[in-house]
């Protein structure tokens, strides 16, 4: 028996943005009884609910919907999935404390580098951490509305809490919530090392995310010129690099799978791009800078994403 | 006896824009004869001469004007100053052969490395070739205006021509060029070593040219942003790099002298910025390709001057 078979999970969305709004809305959709927490779109989703245009499933509406302006009003939740920034992570733990069921496993729908670090050490052991990795191409239009160009899957692995040491348990909760995903028609899969999986997804990452801000380029524009289709490729090889001095390794077909991938798929503009434009911090910390710090602790030094993070850090400090 | 005693030396001005304006000007105030080349900007100088605003010399006009729109029409000229971009360069050679007196000594008063090179090819052997290297804060603000912040040191240096292996014939041309800067009230020095004051330069051209680009940013931004700064002091140090793996010693000291006379220096916008902003071609294989492709036939890699210029090339294509 896992630990999800007593009853119907409970599903708390903590931040409904584009990737909370996505998957809440699906997840609500196949019948799980899913609970948003918002800030600054409360009042436009409590009035009008959420709207999905989806290039993958069509236009999906969610009205009335079960919208929280404030944790402490939302009933306890067996799942938190959290789509706010990394940027905000430290600011997460008494929101979680508030919506916590006992047991409560917290899934980090997030980019980046040992994003679930900082909030860890202020949450109860109890409290499954695990992080999930979404190859999704997706962003807001307006206040509740979100707009699905492509994509969809989430990658979950285990981070830590009391099923830390126990293997069987750890796989039961990540396939628990792998489950939750395939239920509501999407992929899902379980990820045996999360820390090797965060290296992945930065493969992509890094070079998207930043040269979007850096030369104003989604990825159509960044995939037809010749010059940052080279810039690309040698920060994917960065990336690669920096993984295997930090222990993991990445083929290098993944990096060319990710190139091709790209260039077949619908333009996109990055979320560090929609963060720019609207003046919100950059997560630059979680894409760039710890990766940076882990490679250059294991010894390695990749020169190109460093200038790029450089590059971004002055963007973003003159932007706000 | 050397070659410039024979008479005062009369001078053209190739390319009369910040550059050409502003020492065109300054050696006609000095007494010298001068005659400026121009295109677009003819009918305004022709009719309301040149204007300086100097920080260091004050306003100075120069009215009329010796202007020709067509370099057929100019004198034959002892010294031929050349103040075009180096995207021009295979264009030049058949105005110099219009404009060249016997024994003609062109300066290209131009950044980058081997900019000289593919002028040579066209030119007659007995055309002396010099480089000249402008230390100077200098731009239009219009049509035969031009803005002088600070500095105007000129260092020439010998390239190629029938003095190539006389080396007495060859310091006497160069030293005759400086002689005509200093009369007229401007800093020259003479280098032995054209090719190493080529690089010298470059550890100021590649930081601020392609960041004032990159990041729209003048010298004072960028001066006063950690990672900026950062930014700046790995690209000079990776120009002292490839400089050294081409054969030519450039002190570290160097650099931080130029980085510390940036820092003091007033607020200054370089060069490719102003291309940048005018949509003109940006002087990328001057300043970046060639000397990278130097250092990497030297078995030599830069890869954060590397990025920098694709980034350039990137913007460069998009802007016209």
Redesign the interface.
């Known amino acids: 028996m896992t630990d999800t078979a007593h009853h119907t999970p409970r599903i708390g969305i903590i931040g409904t943005g584009a990737i909370g709004g996505f998957y809440g809305l699906m997840l609500a959709r196949a019948g799980f009884d899913v609970h948003f927490l918002l800030r600054s779109e409360y009042p436009a989703v409590s009035q009008r609910g959420l709207q999905l245009n989806s290039a993958v499933h069509g236009a999906i509406s969610l009205n009335p919907v079960q919208a929280y302006a404030c944790a402490a009003d939302m009933p306890p939740c067996d799942w938190l999935l959290v789509g706010t920034k990394t940027t905000d992570n430290v600011e997460l733990a008494p929101t979680i404390a508030q919506v916590a069921a006992p047991d409560t496993k917290v899934v980090l729908l997030q980019n980046g580098l040992d994003v679930e670090d900082r909030l860890r050490e202020h949450l109860p052991e109890s409290v499954h951490l695990l992080g999930g990795l979404c190859y999704i191409c997706v962003h807001r239009s307006g206040p509740g509305i979100v707009e699905h160009q492509a994509l969809g899957r989430v990658n979950l692995g285990y981070h830590s809490g009391s099923a830390a040491n126990d293997e069987v348990r750890r796989q039961a909760i990540v396939e628990a919530g792998a489950g939750l995903f395939q239920q509501a028609g999407i992929d899902s899969q379980v990820m045996p090392n999360l820390h090797q999986a965060r290296w992945h997804k930065l493969v992509w990452n890094v070079p998207y995310n930043g040269l979007s801000v850096?030369?104003g380029?989604s990825t159509t524009?960044l995939m037809a010129?010749?010059?940052?289709r080279?810039?690309i490729q040698?920060l994917m090889a960065e990336v690669v690099l920096g993984a295997k001095a930090c222990g993991h390794e990445i083929a290098a077909s993944y990096a060319e799978q990710m190139f091709s991938m790209t260039e077949q798929l619908t333009d996109y503009w990055p979320s560090m791009y929609h963060d720019h434009v609207h003046k919100r911090p950059l997560e630059l910390a979680a894409i760039y800078a710890r990766p940076l710090a882990a490679v250059r602790a294991a010894g390695c030094e990749l020169?190109?994403m460093?200038?790029?993070?450089?590059?971004l850090?002055?963007?973003d400090?003159?932007n706000r």
Chains 1, 2 share one sequence.
């Open positions: 850096l030369l380029a524009a010129d010749e010059s940052s080279e810039m040698a020169p190109r460093q200038a790029l993070y450089q590059a850090s002055f963007i400090r003159r």
